[in-house]
Protein backbone atom coordinates (compact mmCIF):
# COMPACT_ATOMS: atom_id res chain seq x y z
CA UNK A 1 0.00 0.00 0.00
CA UNK A 2 1.12 3.00 -0.90
CA UNK A 3 2.34 5.36 2.09
CA UNK A 4 0.52 8.51 0.96
CA UNK A 5 -2.73 6.86 0.66
CA UNK A 6 -2.51 5.66 4.62
CA UNK A 7 -1.82 8.76 5.45
CA UNK A 8 -5.12 10.33 3.35
CA UNK A 9 -7.06 7.32 5.55
CA UNK A 10 -5.59 7.73 8.77
CA UNK A 11 -6.91 12.11 8.45
CA UNK A 12 -10.07 10.89 7.05
CA UNK A 13 -10.05 8.72 10.51
CA UNK A 14 -9.41 11.13 12.66
CA UNK A 15 -11.62 14.01 10.69
CA UNK A 16 -14.60 11.35 11.30
CA UNK A 17 -13.95 10.61 14.96
CA UNK A 18 -13.31 14.38 15.82
CA UNK A 19 -17.14 15.05 14.09
CA UNK A 20 -18.79 12.37 15.73
CA UNK A 21 -17.33 12.97 19.23
CA UNK A 22 -18.14 16.91 18.92
CA UNK A 23 -21.94 15.95 17.50
CA UNK A 24 -22.47 13.60 20.63
CA UNK A 25 -21.05 16.29 23.41
CA UNK A 26 -23.25 18.56 21.74
CA UNK A 27 -26.58 16.37 21.93
CA UNK A 28 -25.88 15.27 25.15
CA UNK A 29 -25.24 19.24 26.47
CA UNK A 30 -28.65 19.78 24.74
CA UNK A 31 -30.15 17.06 27.08
CA UNK A 32 -28.59 18.16 30.35
CA UNK A 33 -30.14 21.60 29.57
CA UNK A 34 -33.80 20.40 28.93
CA UNK A 35 -33.41 18.24 32.28
CA UNK A 36 -31.89 21.16 34.43
CA UNK A 37 -35.22 23.50 33.22
CA UNK A 38 -37.50 21.01 34.44
CA UNK A 39 -40.18 22.31 36.84
CA UNK A 40 -43.47 21.07 38.30
CA UNK A 41 -45.96 20.46 35.79
CA UNK A 42 -43.71 19.37 33.00
CA UNK A 43 -45.44 16.28 31.34
CA UNK A 44 -42.19 13.87 30.82
CA UNK A 45 -41.37 9.73 29.26
CA UNK A 46 -38.97 7.81 31.23
CA UNK A 47 -36.78 5.50 29.37
CA UNK A 48 -38.93 2.63 30.81
CA UNK A 49 -41.82 4.10 28.58
CA UNK A 50 -43.50 6.11 31.64
CA UNK A 51 -45.60 9.19 30.97
CA UNK A 52 -45.73 10.96 33.99
CA UNK A 53 -46.47 14.99 35.41
CA UNK A 54 -43.11 16.60 37.77
CA UNK A 55 -44.26 17.37 40.98
CA UNK A 56 -40.99 17.66 42.19
CA UNK A 57 -37.16 18.31 41.25
CA UNK A 58 -34.20 17.93 43.51
CA UNK A 59 -31.25 19.05 41.54
CA UNK A 60 -28.74 18.62 44.73
CA UNK A 61 -29.98 14.75 44.69
CA UNK A 62 -30.35 14.38 40.71
CA UNK A 63 -33.71 12.98 41.84
CA UNK A 64 -37.22 13.57 40.13
CA UNK A 65 -40.87 12.70 41.55
CA UNK A 66 -43.24 12.21 38.95
CA UNK A 67 -47.15 12.28 39.98
CA UNK A 68 -48.59 9.03 37.57
CA UNK A 69 -52.08 9.10 38.35
CA UNK A 70 -51.90 9.84 41.56
CA UNK A 71 -48.80 7.20 42.33
CA UNK A 72 -45.72 9.10 43.38
CA UNK A 73 -42.40 7.86 41.99
CA UNK A 74 -39.01 8.67 42.66
CA UNK A 75 -36.47 8.65 39.31
CA UNK A 76 -32.57 10.00 38.43
CA UNK A 77 -33.17 12.90 36.51
CA UNK A 78 -31.46 10.37 33.72
CA UNK A 79 -33.66 8.23 33.68
CA UNK A 80 -36.12 11.24 31.99
CA UNK A 81 -35.86 10.44 28.11
CA UNK A 82 -38.03 13.08 26.87
CA UNK A 83 -39.53 16.24 28.29
CA UNK A 84 -42.93 16.64 26.39
CA UNK A 85 -43.58 20.30 24.59
CA UNK A 86 -45.68 23.12 26.55
CA UNK A 87 -49.11 24.08 25.13
CA UNK A 88 -49.65 27.49 25.87
CA UNK A 89 -48.06 27.08 29.47
CA UNK A 90 -49.71 23.92 30.32
CA UNK A 91 -47.63 20.70 29.93
CA UNK A 92 -49.59 18.46 27.03
CA UNK A 93 -49.43 14.97 25.06
CA UNK A 94 -49.24 16.18 21.57
CA UNK A 95 -50.44 13.30 19.75
CA UNK A 96 -49.61 10.53 22.20
CA UNK A 97 -51.41 7.41 23.69
CA UNK A 98 -54.66 8.73 25.10
CA UNK A 99 -54.88 11.81 23.39
CA UNK A 100 -57.99 12.22 20.97
CA UNK A 101 -58.32 14.73 18.29
CA UNK A 102 -61.75 15.93 18.25
CA UNK A 103 -63.02 18.31 15.71
CA UNK A 104 -64.71 21.53 16.63
CA UNK A 105 -68.42 20.63 16.18
CA UNK A 106 -68.19 17.75 17.79
CA UNK A 107 -66.90 19.43 20.86
CA UNK A 108 -69.60 21.87 21.25
CA UNK A 109 -72.17 21.05 23.46
CA UNK A 110 -76.26 20.94 22.29
CA UNK A 111 -78.68 22.57 23.82
Known amino acids: MNPIMLIVFAVVL ?4 YFQMRAQK ?7 ESLNKLQKGYEVITIGGLYG ?3 EVDTDKK ?7 GVYLTFELTAIKTVLPLTEGIPAVAGG ?5 VPEEESAIEE
Do not use: C, H, N
Open 97 to 101: EGSVD
Open 26 to 32: KQAQQRM
Open 63 to 69: TVVLDVD
Open 53 to 55: TVD
Open 14 to 17: VGMT
